[in-house]
């Protein structure tokens, strides 16, 4: 069984995930938060140095900030779609399109105070095509593309349930309903949520807010599958 350690800086969650001797990174905060990661890292008992893999589930800013550090201290390759490569490599963050009022609101802030959405460059090492075991990085997981939120967002599945899904999902303002506030392609995203739930997934784990379960997966699809 993988052991999950949830990590919350600022408002976005990343997350260290354990199996046997080896320690998964998922999603990288976002910059200027390196130090007090590196705190919350100890605290858990593990270290930076020892991250054996970076994934990172899309490329906005507040997902992987701290990327270009951790990488270098680690020396642990990053694991990107290749859709969402060369936006990592220029530090930039597109904003996403808004799904709702707030969302739609924000989108527009973005774009105008997009300067604010910069971190350092990272090249990535490993590029995700389709879906991909990471059996030979000693996790009994896979990832898969999940896109919406952006073309190129993925998830990480673990065989026993637990599932990290970036902002395919939102958790926040404790509502039920975890469809994102953001999403550029809303059938698509309904289309990745289809198949979350066809999947082995049990437990979710978004970049935003709490974990939360399949039947909330399912109760949020079917409020919104009118969207498809
Ligand atoms: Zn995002």
Not at 14 to 21: I, T
Not at 92 to 116: A, D, R, S, V
Request: charged share 20%; proline share 5%.
């Amino acid at each position: 069984m993988p052991e999950i350690f949830p990590i919350k800086l600022s408002y976005t969650w990343c997350y260290l995930v354990k199996q046997g001797d080896k320690l998964l990174m998922i999603d990288a905060s976002l910059s200027g938060f390196e130090k007090k990661f590196e705190k919350k890292v100890r605290a858990l008992g593990l270290a930076v140095e020892d991250i054996d893999l970076i994934i990172l589930t899309h490329v906005h800013y507040d997902h992987v900030g701290i990327t270009n550090w951790v990488k270098e201290k680690s020396g642990a390759p990053v694991m990107v779609h290749e859709k969402e490569a060369s936006i990592l490599e220029k530090g930039g963050t597109p904003i996403p399109l808004g799904t709702e009022t707030l969302g739609k609101l924000l989108n527009k802030l973005g774009n105008i105070f997009n300067f604010i959405f910069s971190y350092k460059p990272v090249k990535a090492d490993i590029l995700i095509k389709d879906i991909l075991s990471l059996a030979k990085f000693g996790f009994s997981a896979t990832v898969v593309p999940t896109p919406g939120h952006t073309e190129g967002s993925i998830s990480v599945l673990f065989g026993t349930g637990e599932s990290f899904v970036g902002d395919c999902c939102f958790q926040i303002f404790k509502r039920k309903d975890v469809f994102p506030i953001f999403a550029n392609d809303v059938p698509q995203l309904l289309k990745s949520w289809i198949s979350l739930l066809n999947s082995e997934a049990l437990t979710f784990y978004p970049g935003h807010g709490q974990a939360f379960t399949k039947e909330v997966l399912r109760f949020s699809f079917e409020k919104n599958q009118s969207r498809i």
